[in-house]
């Protein structure tokens, strides 16, 4: 069985401040790790993946994320923040299993102050 | 690449009648759709599993009855709320993914409201 505990369901920052969302999982199996973002009234736009390859993974608009095996976490940093950047962001947790099903956080609402 | 579209994005209906909301990968092959739904400020909750030509397997709690999933295609899986009440308004999504290790790619979701 898999997990997803992001830590603070809010983040605010300043525009140009570092943005850290943190993430952290369970998983029976080796994991595949997943950072989406929602906008208000929409779907699921993926950031980026680890699928076992290098542990520290580059995504769109700036994003990266490090997968570090020894925390269990897969926390999600952008080195600026953009006003643009506001939105929901959900970390999920792929265990390998059929069917690719994820198990999603909570979901952590960043809010980013001019 | 890897794009989920999803019609309508919003829906207004009297209680009772039953609604069709369709999901399409318009650029993959989606051996596997998914259907969740979304409460206001929470996570998905997924309602339930699909693979091209087979049934689909619905998660704990979710009335097979109620919320009929088609996925005839692999490119096409419908989700049809059937006599739907005040309590089914929600924000449904779909996601699609091909085979292997590849992603759920979201829907743009639909608002339904039922009067």
């Known amino acids: 069985a898999q997990s997803v505990t992001q830590l603070g369901s809010h983040v605010s920052v300043s525009e140009g401040a570092l943005v850290l969302l943190r993430c952290n999982y369970s998983s029976s199996v080796p994991p595949y790790l997943f950072w989406y973002v929602q906008y208000p009234n929409q779907g699921l736009q993926l950031l980026l993946k680890y699928t076992s390859a290098a542990t520290l993974v580059k995504g769109i608009n700036g994003f990266e994320a490090e997968f570090k095996k020894s925390e269990t976490s897969f926390h999600l940093t952008k080195p600026s923040a953009h006003m643009s950047d506001a939105a929901e962001y959900f970390c999920?947790?792929?265990?390998?299993?059929?069917?690719?099903?994820?198990?999603f956080g909570q979901g952590t609402i960043l809010t980013v102050h001019p | 690449g890897a794009v989920v579209s999803q019609h309508p994005s919003w829906v207004i209906c009297k209680s009772g009648t039953s609604v069709k909301i369709e999901c399409r990968s318009l650029?993959?092959?989606?051996?596997?759709m998914f259907w969740y739904r979304q409460f206001p400020k929470q996570s998905l909750m997924l309602m339930a599993t699909s693979n091209e030509g087979s049934k689909a397997t619905y998660e704990q709690g979710v009335e097979k009855d109620k919320f009929l999933i088609n996925h005839a295609s692999l490119t096409l899986s419908t989700l049809t709320v059937t006599s739907a009440h005040p309590e089914d308004s929600s924000f449904y999504i779909c996601s699609a993914r091909g085979d292997g290790l590849q992603p759920q790619h979201f829907g743009d979701g639909t608002r339904l409201s039922i009067l």
């Open positions: 999920a947790v792929m265990g390998g299993t059929s069917y690719g099903k994820l198990t």
């Open positions: 650029d993959f092959q989606a051996t596997t």
